[in-house]
DNA sequence: TATTGGGGTAGAG
DNA sequence: CTCTACCCCAATA
């Protein structure tokens, strides 16, 4: 039930939407119809239905405590960071209840669905709540961790547009060569083009209001 | 082996 | 609780 677009959504597809959600806010006029533009062969429609699907997923997980989805199958090894994915250690499968052997405290790495939970969040409740953040979108994690991640995600965000411009002594006021021509194929490319992951100035509206 | 990536934790506000 | 900095661990170059 969960996580199912209409279309296929490749990867690439998916990275690209998430771009586009933190680049255009909830509060952009026509969003689905600027988002669709970073997307080719993909409409407004289409974009809106994943959107949907997306924030439909976050509320299941939030409502209904549906864990996430079986990070188990994961095929396709995720890539937020390392081309090779193989994150870290997925030390016994912590999936139902978690065992407390003795091990020690570990990383248990972000999956792909909790990141983009958290880009939800993050767009629906702003860059501060984290506590909104854990308790509506990324259920599985708390504040603490949301924020560590979301320091990690800004962080290279910040660090790979920096990277990007970095070789440029030429481009004082940089021309049209820093808008889009260095990547073509920017699928599967995670030191692809991540831009602006400012979040928007207005500290959102807290249609839930309980603290923690 | 050195560097980076990635998550947790500690301390300060 | 949030923000920032640091530490530790694993993977990659």
Known sequence: MIRNSSSSWSRGEDKLFERALVLFPDETPRRWEKIATQLPGKTWFDVKKHYDDLVY????????????????????????????????????????????????????PWTEEEHRLFLIGLQRYGKGDWRSISRNAVVSRTPTQVASHAQK?????????????????HDITS??????????????????????????????????????
């Open 153 to 169: 995600y800004f962080l290279r965000l910040n660090s790979v547009k920096k990277d990007k411009k970095r070789p440029s002594i």
């Open 57 to 108: 997923d976050v509320e299941e997980i939030d409502s209904g405590r549906v864990e996430p989805p079986s990070y188990g199958d994961d095929q396709f090894n995720s890539s937020w960071g390392s081309e090779s994915g193989t994150s870290q250690v997925w030390f016994g499968s912590n999936k139902g209840k978690e065992k407390e052997s003795s091990e020690r405290k570990k990383g248990v």
């Open 175 to 212: 021309s049209a060569k820093s808008s889009m021509g260095n990547w073509t194929n920017e699928f599967m490319d995670p030191t692809a083009t991540y831009d602006d992951p400012e979040s928007p100035p207005s500290s959102d509206f807290h249609a839930f209001g309980f603290q923690m």
